[in-house]
Nanobody, 123 residues
Framework: QVRLVESGGGLAQPGGSLRLSCVAS????????IGWFRQAPGKEREEVSC????????YQPDSVKGRFTISRDNAKNTVYLRMNSLKPEDTARYFC????????????????WGQGTQVTVSS
């Protein structure tokens, strides 16, 4: 069973950048769709970005499109989330997960989840 560990969170100023990493162990990620999700206190979990096994296809909701970029390095068993132009409303705990699929409207079927990494955007 794949185990996922997120890192790279922290405190950023509005307009700043962070890069999150999701490293897998116990199994390879190279054949799996992977998603990044976030959850803020008192709010429902929401998808942030998803990527196909090859990295050729990705999905981002409008809330992060143009600011967040998902990528992967299958040789390192790692998926990244580059976050630019951060806003206070991006403050949340960010999770990566194996997913069943995604399309132009969302990411579906979270399976294995990491413990998350906290991102706080504040001046």
């Amino acid at each position: 069973q794949v185990r996922l560990v997120e890192s790279g969170g922290g405190l950023a100023q509005p307009g700043g950048s962070l890069r999150l990493s999701c490293v897998a162990s116990g199994s390879t990620l190279g054949h799996l769709d992977i998603g990044w999700f976030r959850q803020a206190p008192g709010k429902e979990r929401e998808e942030v970005s998803c990527i196909s096994p090859s990295g050729m296809y990705t999905y981002q909701p409008d809330s992060v499109k143009g600011r967040f970029t998902i990528s992967r390095d299958n040789a390192k068993n790692t998926v990244y989330l580059r976050m630019n132009s951060l806003k206070p409303e991006d403050t949340a705990r960010y999770f990566c997960a194996t997913i069943l699929s995604f399309d132009t409207t969302g990411c579906y079927g979270g399976g294995n989840w990491g413990q998350g990494t906290q991102v706080t955007v504040s001046s």
